[in-house]
């Protein structure tokens, strides 16, 4: 009784209440200790529930909210708003039958969600061209960017253009849309959930089996030993060191700071994607993958079908596609080429000092990747599909982020991408009889994921100065001798790198078919696997918190 009296005395009310309001030092994210009781508390009202459609609606879409909230704070106000008004929009499109009025709803809809998304992300970023093209003195805004809108600005979008195409009938309760924007599993960060495969679920039956909740399981376990064993170690112990300063450090040792980002930035938003689609998978929700071992890709175009899939499918329906595709050029299209071709131009004489003839070259070889595989198939169309496909790249690569740095690494892939359909073309018959070799799949992936790392370069440093000092250092800098020290001074990080190496190589579907034949579980397995997750991360865990790199999208 003393016990209790004392511990009511202490309890301090305001503290408790304070930590149910948003803190932006300490965001609710899965990793944070108040979501183990948010999702407790969530399970058990859903679960109370699960047999009431419409009340299990509302507690889905509260509990959403109420993690935005706790995780962004009042932006929340802009997932509501974006709701609203894209419900509205999306139901007038289907009930109007005159075509025009349609497209001019389908317009308001994507000025209203690009303008959203082009204030809060890219204003200042143009305010900074201007001032330095046009002389001008505008001073940034003081913007913030809220968590996630890169994400539900295409999920409205697809929505709106899925109703306007015909494809999908619009949702008529306003609670079956904002649950489709708002599920807080992949609000944040991905994945990019499209209409058709998420709203006819919603009012199904709740029914998990135990299948289901054994690959739940292992997404969420696995998810949260990608992010919070592999990649905030190799972050904090290797790649922010380097990173922030590569001119300081050898080319060797911002050799493998590429490699560890690689895999940091992998196991990060894999692991997230993991984590979000096995809390959907537990939730009667099936979400498809998001990534599919990227790192075993063989060619480039094959790396674009297995990273960020939600996101290079949407560029592919709703960007792609209706730029033209293989088929038909664009205005779009010839404005980002051209911009293109200038801003590669200009690069080569003002970064790269090289002389006005080299850079002329370098522009011409880049309109021979454009002019080639119409030259060798003797179809034009092939350039229509290389403007095209340089334009999503390019607009990809932007929607990472206002910076040149992220839309030279979509020029580079871009590029990259014209370079592949080239070889194939060239190659296609020639190397037949290779390709299935085994020694050739594996000098075609270890080429194919040291680009991706040269990609990763211009990703992951501040500025382009940054990057061209790591560049720089690789190339010129490059002193094996000092691999010795070098590994006694991050000997666990250089082999938490290749632990990930090795993990990203096992087949993507060798879970589910242990799964598939192991007989079901019982419940002290998953207990005694959730207790081993504890001790590793226990003893991975570091005093300082590191953000999801997505988070910034």
């Known amino acids: 009784m003393h016990q209790i009296q004392n511990f009511f005395a202490s309890f301090d009310g305001n503290a408790f209440l304070h930590e149910f309001v948003y803190d932006s030092k300490n965001p609710l994210l899965f990793n944070n200790g108040f979501f183990v009781y948010f999702f407790t508390l969530f399970i058990v009202l859903f679960f109370a529930l699960r047999k009431h459609h419409q009340a299990r609606r509302y507690v889905f879409c509260a509990f959403s909210l109420y993690f935005f909230y706790k995780a962004s704070g009042w932006f929340v106000r802009l997932v509501i708003l974006s709701a609203i008004v894209d419900f509205y929009i999306s139901n007038a499109i289907y009930k109007t039958p005159e075509k025009k009025k349609k497209t001019v709803l389908l317009v308001l809809s994507i000025i209203f969600n690009l303008g959203m998304l082009f204030y809060f992300k890219y204003t200042n970023f143009f305010i900074s061209i201007s001032n330095e093209l046009f002389s001008s003195?505008?001073?940034?805004?003081?913007?913030?960017?809220?968590?996630?809108?890169?994400?539900?600005?295409?999920?409205?979008?697809?929505?709106?253009?899925?109703?306007?195409?015909?494809?999908?009938?619009?949702?008529?309760?306003?609670?079956?849309?904002?649950?489709?924007?708002?599920?807080?599993?992949?609000?944040?960060?991905?994945?990019i959930?499209?209409?058709?495969?998420?709203?006819?679920?919603?009012?199904?039956?709740?029914?998990?089996?135990?299948?289901?909740?054994?690959?739940?399981?292992?997404?969420?376990?696995?998810?949260?030993?990608?992010?919070l064993v592999i990649s905030d170690f190799i972050?904090?112990?290797?790649?922010?060191?380097?990173?922030?300063?590569?001119?300081?450090?050898?080319?060797?040792?911002?050799?493998?700071?590429?490699?560890?980002?690689?895999?940091?930035?992998?196991?990060?938003?894999?692991?997230?994607?993991?984590?979000?689609?096995?809390?959907?998978?537990?939730?009667?929700?099936k979400i498809p993958p998001n990534f599919l071992s990227p790192y075993q890709s063989k060619n480039i175009t094959e790396?674009?079908?297995?990273?960020?899939?939600?996101?290079?499918?949407?560029?592919?329906?709703?960007?792609?596609?209706?730029?033209?595709?293989?088929?038909?050029?664009?205005?779009?299209?010839?404005?980002?080429?051209?911009?293109?071709?200038?801003?590669?131009?200009?690069?080569?004489?003002?970064?790269?000092?090289?002389?006005?003839?080299?850079?002329?070259?370098?522009?011409?070889?880049?309109?021979?990747?454009?002019?080639?595989?119409?030259?060798?198939?003797?179809?034009?169309?092939?350039?229509?599909?290389?403007?095209?496909?340089?334009?999503?790249?390019?607009?990809?690569?932007?929607?990472?982020?206002?910076?040149?740095?992220?839309?030279?690494?979509?020029?580079?892939?871009?590029?990259?991408?014209?370079?592949?359909?080239?070889?194939?073309l060239l190659t296609g018959q020639s190397l037949a009889g290779i390709n299935h070799k085994r020694w050739y799949r594996i000098l075609m992936g270890i080429i194919t994921f040291h680009f991706v790392c040269f990609g990763w370069i211009f990703f992951r440093t501040a500025d382009l100065g940054s990057a061209q000092a790591m560049i720089h250092q690789i190339f010129y800098d490059f002193d094996t001798k000092v691999f010795l020290p070098f590994y006694n001074n991050y000997k666990g990080v250089i082999w938490m790198i290749v632990v990930a190496l090795c993990l990203h190589m096992i087949p993507d579907n060798l879970t589910e078919r242990i799964?598939?034949?192991?007989?079901?579980?019982?419940?002290?397995?998953?207990?005694?696997?959730?207790?081993?997750?504890?001790?590793?991360?226990?003893?991975?865990?570091?005093?300082?918190?590191?953000?999801?790199?997505?988070?910034?999208?």
């Open 235 to 285: 972050t904090l112990n290797l790649v922010n060191y380097i990173f922030d300063n590569p001119s300081m450090h050898t080319g060797l040792e911002n050799l493998f700071a590429v490699y560890g980002y690689a895999m940091v930035i992998y196991c990060d938003f894999s692991g997230y994607s993991d984590i979000a689609i096995g809390i959907a998978l537990w939730l009667g929700f």
């Open 515 to 553: 799964i598939d034949k192991s007989k079901p579980f019982p419940m002290w397995a998953y207990a005694v696997v959730f207790f081993l997750f504890l001790i590793l991360y226990g003893y991975f865990k570091s005093a300082e918190q590191v953000m999801p790199i997505y988070l910034q999208f």
């Open 303 to 424: 790396f674009w079908r297995r990273w960020h899939i939600s996101l290079s499918s949407w560029l592919k329906d709703y960007l792609y596609i209706p730029l033209g595709g293989n088929r038909k050029f664009s205005i779009a299209s010839f404005i980002f080429v051209g911009a293109f071709l200038a801003g590669a131009f200009l690069m080569c004489t003002h970064i790269l000092h090289l002389s006005l003839l080299w850079a002329t070259g370098v522009a011409l070889a880049l309109i021979l990747i454009f002019l080639l595989p119409a030259i060798i198939t003797k179809n034009s169309k092939g350039i229509a599909a290389n403007f095209n496909l340089m334009t999503t790249m390019l607009l990809g690569g932007f929607w990472h982020g206002a910076s040149w740095n992220f839309i030279i690494w979509g020029a580079i892939h871009g590029t990259a991408l014209g370079v592949h359909k080239i070889w194939m």
């Open 137 to 191: 003195h505008f001073n940034p805004l003081n913007i913030l960017l809220p968590i996630g809108i890169s994400f539900y600005t295409f999920e409205n979008l697809s929505y709106t253009v899925d109703v306007y195409r015909g494809e999908f009938k619009p949702a008529s309760k306003f609670s079956d849309y904002l649950l489709f924007l708002s599920f807080f599993p992949k609000l944040m960060m991905g994945p």
């Open 193 to 227: 959930v499209r209409v058709h495969d998420f709203v006819p679920q919603i009012n199904e039956p709740y029914v998990i089996s135990e299948r289901d909740f054994a690959k739940g399981y292992y997404l969420i376990i696995s998810g949260l030993i990608k992010k």
